[in-house]
C-alpha cells in the first residue's frame, strides 16, 4: 500500500490545517466577539457561520475526515504493527473529536442563532449560553485536531505506516 503514506501525510496537513482554524476562534476570535454589543456580536457570528463554509474550508475538513476514514480501514488488518496503531487512532481521534463534535456540538448551537435576530431579546438571552458553549466544544476539536496531528506525524516517522 504504497498510498499510505500519502494519505497519512495528507491527513496530518489537513488536521494541522483545521486545528489552526479552530486555535484562532478559541484563542481569539470568540473572545473578541464577546467583547461586541450582544446585537452586533450575533450579526458577525451569523455572518461568519455563513462565510466559513467555502470550497477551501470543506475541502480540508471534510478531505480529512474522509482520508481518517480510508486510513482506518486500510491499516486494520495491520493492527500488530505501532504505526498503524498510531494511525487508527489519529483517525478516530479525528472523526469523533473533531467531525462529531462539529456536527453534534458546533453545528446545532450555528443553527440555532442563525435563527435569532441579532437585536432581539432571544438572541441577548442565547449569546451568553452560545459563547461559552460553543467556545467549549471548539476548545475540544481544536485539542483533538492537534491531537490527530501528532499522531499521524509519530506515524510517519516509525515509519509502520509506509509499507
Same mark, same amino acid.
Given at each position: 500500500?504504497?498510498?499510505?503514506?500519502?494519505?497519512?501525510?495528507?491527513?496530518?496537513?489537513?488536521?494541522?490545517?483545521?486545528?489552526?482554524?479552530?486555535?484562532?476562534?478559541?484563542?481569539?476570535?470568540?473572545?473578541? *466577539?464577546?467583547?461586541?454589543?450582544? $446585537?452586533?456580536?450575533?450579526?458577525?457570528? &451569523?455572518?461568519?457561520?455563513?462565510?466559513?463554509?467555502?470550497?477551501?474550508?470543506? !475541502? =480540508?475538513?471534510?478531505?480529512?475526515? !474522509?482520508?481518517? *476514514?480510508?486510513?482506518?480501514?486500510?491499516?486494520?488488518?495491520?493492527?500488530?504493527?505501532? $504505526?498503524?496503531? *498510531?494511525?487508527?487512532? $489519529?483517525?478516530?481521534?479525528?472523526?469523533? $473529536?473533531?467531525?462529531?463534535?462539529?456536527?453534534?456540538?458546533?453545528?446545532?448551537?450555528?443553527?440555532?442563532?442563525?435563527?435569532?435576530?441579532?437585536?432581539? &431579546?432571544?438572541?441577548?438571552?442565547?449569546?451568553?449560553?452560545?459563547?461559552?458553549?460553543?467556545?467549549?466544544?471548539?476548545?475540544?476539536?481544536?485539542?483533538?485536531?492537534?491531537?490527530?496531528? =501528532? *499522531?499521524?506525524?509519530?506515524?510517519?516517522?516509525?515509519?509502520?505506516?509506509?509499507?
Amino acid at each position: 500500500m504504497r498510498w499510505l503514506p500519502v494519505l497519512t501525510f495528507a491527513a496530518a496537513i489537513g488536521s494541522g490545517l483545521v486545528a489552526g482554524v479552530f486555535f484562532g476562534f478559541s484563542s481569539f476570535v470568540m473572545k473578541a *466577539l464577546g467583547r461586541l454589543p450582544t $446585537g452586533k456580536g450575533v450579526e458577525a457570528m &451569523q455572518s461568519i457561520n455563513i462565510a466559513a463554509v467555502t470550497p477551501a474550508f470543506m !475541502l =480540508v475538513f471534510m478531505g480529512t475526515a !474522509l482520508a481518517a *476514514l480510508a486510513l482506518g480501514v486500510a491499516v486494520i488488518p495491520r493492527l500488530n504493527e505501532t $504505526g498503524a496503531r *498510531l494511525v487508527l487512532a $489519529g483517525g478516530l481521534i479525528y472523526l469523533i $473529536g473533531v467531525f462529531g463534535v462539529t456536527v453534534w456540538g458546533n453545528v446545532p448551537m450555528n443553527d440555532a442563532l442563525a435563527k435569532l435576530s441579532p437585536g432581539s &431579546q432571544e438572541a441577548a438571552t442565547y449569546w451568553p449560553r452560545y459563547l461559552s458553549g460553543w467556545s467549549l466544544w471548539n476548545h475540544a476539536r481544536t485539542a483533538a485536531s492537534l491531537l490527530s496531528l =501528532v *499522531l499521524y506525524i509519530l506515524a510517519l516517522r516509525i515509519g509502520n505506516a509506509n509499507s
